[in-house]
């Protein structure tokens, strides 16, 4: 960070590469956007993170803005080469410096020369997407536009508000205006022209039926700044950068920036998110955002699930105990073997606590399931030693008992009697154990009819 409290460009006060996740043909990468979420360590991050991501005409200074003020290291334009595109489909990259953790988006610009018809369609596409998956939305819009009924920034900001009809999202984006090369037009006015120039694009928007009466408010935390030219007052504008930068601080606290967090992904399930919506965009359909919610949730849980089990069945404890049984019922066999499953199920609720609840909670009973099912013939060796413990006891004890000339039938007694005890304690014994599993009901009542066939054999 310099003096002036912006970012050294490309990321030197820790360097973080931008990475492209949608090519220029539209195709989304998702491995790219798996790799920058490993390598930037996003994943781990649970709730604690905020996108922000950029919109704004061709030219207009958005990597150069972002660069400055994240440290990120996004492809600027040569202003001396002339204003060509720079900026070909969407760029991630994590903003250095920042908390919580911050991604950042960088859209290809707006009503640039280079796409020709096909830019209407991929800018709409665009801007759906950073809607979708932003906290904040940064616009930069020109300075000399304000006001203007013919400006450049009126088809991009009709654009978000149309697109926004087919978002079905349950809370409201901050809508950052960067006005870029101010003026000596204080703020404020320039702030009022522009909102009220925002309020005639809503106003001429066509809803649909459900929002014929919506206000911008209820979508929209709209919030400006202004920036001062960047060729012309390079040293003013990275001091405005750095007084805007620390608004970025905190941004997810209560009052923050970006404060309204309901349906927010968790970490682990940014990038299949972000690669559902887009093509959930791509095929032109509505954006359900909670119904999308659950199924990142539905699958981020199965993943972590199947990982768990994956790892119980390799867990060194567990493979010493299934081998413990073949000589009959280990010390403490039930605390061990609780204590094996409770540890995956543990691991397993805190990858996935942020996931929708009731997804998260029929995953884990699957889980439970598929790791008993696996404990299951480990417990049904165990009783078997039982019931050949006690066989080969009354067999013993008959024999001994006939060669002292007692009755046939008072040793059958007898010795059945005292090798039942025997059994029905070591049952006992290892049903308290069992009962430490908390195991679902069926588990239970198949362990009884088990016991009931031995108790037959007996």
Known sequence: MDATGAVGVGGRDGECHAAQVVGADGEMDAAAIERFAAAAGLQGRGLSYAVVSILGPQGSGKST???????????????????????????????????????VLDLEGTDGR????????????????????????????WCHDIGRE???NRPLLRTVFQVLMRLFSPRKTTLLLVIRDKTKTPLEYLTQALKEDIQKIWDSVQKPEAYKEAALSD???????????????????????GQL???????????????????VIPASGFSLSALQIWEVI????????????????????????NENLKQFLSDKGWLDLNAAVESGLPPSFGMRLSAILDSYLSEYDMETMYFDEGVRAAKRQQLESSM??????????????????????FKGDLEQSLRHTEGFAESVRRCSQTSMAEFDAGMTAFFMQIQQLNMCSGMLQKLGINCKSIYKLM
Not at 116 to 131: I, M, P, V
Not at 258 to 263: C, Q, S, T, V
Not at 282 to 305: F, S, Y
């Open 219 to 241: 979508f929209f935390d709209v919030e400006a700044t202004a920036l001062s030219s960047y060729e012309e007052k390079e040293e003013l504008f990275k001091e405005q950068v």
């Open 372 to 393: 008993l099912d696996h404990a299951y013939p480990v417990i049904e060796r165990v009783m078997e030693h039982l019931h050949l413990v006690a066989l080969d006891k």
């Open 150 to 152: 013919h400006a450049a």
């Open 114 to 141: 280079e796409r020709g018809q096909d830019d209407t369609a991929f800018e709409k596409q665009s801007a759906l997407f950073a809607l979708a998956v932003s906290d904040i939305v940064m616009i930069n819009l």
């Open 65 to 103: 803005l972002l660069n400055h003020l994240f440290g990120t290291s996004f492809r600027e334009m040569d202003a001396l080469k002339g204003r060509h595109q720079t900026t070909k489909g969407i760029w991630i990259a994590k903003a250095a410096g920042i908390e919580p953790f911050t991604v």
């Open 245 to 263: 930068r620390q608004r970025f601080y905190h941004s997810i606290a209560p009052g923050g920036l970006a404060a309204d967090r309901r349906g």
């Open 282 to 305: 791509r095929e032109n359909k509505d954006l359900n955002l909670p119904a999308h919610e659950v199924m990142v949730a539905t699958v981020r849980c199965e993943e972590i699930a």
